[in-house]
């Protein structure tokens, strides 16, 4: 495991609760899994009744819950469904944290309250002009005066969405908003955006994709470092996803890599089980160096199981799965090698 931030908060994947995301979630294994608080995000009503079936034996830890629409919106049937699982759901259900907007606060915690029990609450602050920082501040101020509300909050997410082109005169106004935020009585703030683009037309084969997310946090954590800043992204996912595009997948089998400072992207040229095995070769061969063997991740396993002439057809896994694997891969990536 890295232990370059061991004191800093754990890294918040922003997750959406999809099958091969549950998938991802399931098998992470120790020491991960105790560094990992992920932000799941549950986006329609069939998500919803998945978490109410099946949350407690995917994820066994504590994680973050954020039931809003893609703006940060928590609307009635929202609430409703969000209050339903802080009620029903037990065994690790009893440590999640619900997310709440900032600026709906005043009208969200109290629809939610007697549903808490012991539970905490988080503040997700959508930002996507890291100019408007320092004003967000008097936002968040607002939040906490809310009654009740501030005895409850440990975190903040700070969310960039895509990740911005932030010039090196401008970093420092991030920074030191983000540390008036901690100020502010929080005992985790963390950094999150994302860097995956929309699409991957532009690679045809294979190229790579780079980790600016990555690259910004390291930049604001280092001029701000007594703040502990967490980090936090989208992995290898775009993060404007809206809902009708929540379950679009393409026509063509995907490795997502994630490394350093980058993500190798290997594109096959459609989606079956052939084509996995494919485009696998070409990333425990051509890319020997880059990969980093079975026994790094699930992800990696699934990888080069693909391309063991030992392990029969039937068991290599291709399709929907490169979903669980490159999560799988990302979040230890992060852990292990970075964070």
């Known amino acids: ?67 809003s629409n893609p703006d940060g919106d928590l609307n009635a049937s929202r609430i409703k ?3 339903e699982f802080l009620k029903v759901v037990g065994g690790s259900g009893k440590l999640v944290t ?62 960039l969405g895509q990740t911005p082109a932030i010039s090196a005169a401008n970093r420092p106004v991030l920074a030191a908003s983000l540390q008036a935020l901690k100020g502010q009585g929080f005992k985790h703030v963390h950094l999150a955006s994302g860097s995956f683009p929309a699409s991957l037309a532009h690679i045809n084969g294979a190229g790579e994709v780079k980790r600016k997310d990555w690259e910004l946090w390291t930049q604001i954590n280092a001029l701000a470092p007594d703040t502990l800043i967490g980090f936090a992204d989208y992995g290898p996912l775009n993060p404007n996803w809206s809902e009708e595009t929540l379950k679009r997948r393409g026509n063509r089998v995907i490795i997502r890599y994630a490394l350093n ?60 799965l490169h979903i669980s694997e490159f999560w799988t891969h990302h979040i230890s990536y992060v852990l292990k090698k970075q964070y």
């Open 1 to 67: 495991m890295a232990a370059r931030f061991d004191t800093h908060p754990q890294y918040v994947p922003i997750i959406k609760w999809q099958k091969f995301e549950q998938r991802a979630l399931s098998e992470l294994v120790a020491p991960v899994v105790g560094r990992t608080l992920p932000c799941i995000e549950v986006r329609l009503p069939g998500q919803h009744a998945s978490m109410l079936e099946s949350y407690a034996d995917v994820w066994k830890q504590p994680a973050l819950i954020d039931y």
């Open 81 to 83: 469904e969000l209050n």
């Open 98 to 159: 619900p997310v709440l907007n900032p600026a709906t606060a005043a009208k969200d915690f109290p629809a939610i309250g007697p549903s808490l029990g012991n539970r905490k609450i988080a503040l997700r602050l959508r930002l996507p002009e890291p100019g408007d920082a320092p004003g967000a501040i008097l936002i968040v101020k607002a939040a906490l005066e809310v009654p009740g509300l501030r005895q409850r909050v440990e975190r903040l997410i700070v969310d």
């Open 261 to 320: 400072d980058k993500w190798r992207i290997i594109r096959g040229q459609n989606a079956t089980k052939a084509e996995s095995i494919a485009i696998s070769k070409v990333m425990t061969t051509v890319y020997a160096n880059e990969f980093l063997g079975a026994p790094f991740s699930f992800g990696d396993r699934l990888i080069a199981d693909r391309v063991d002439p030992a392990v029969p057809l039937k068991n290599k896994a291709g399709g929907h």
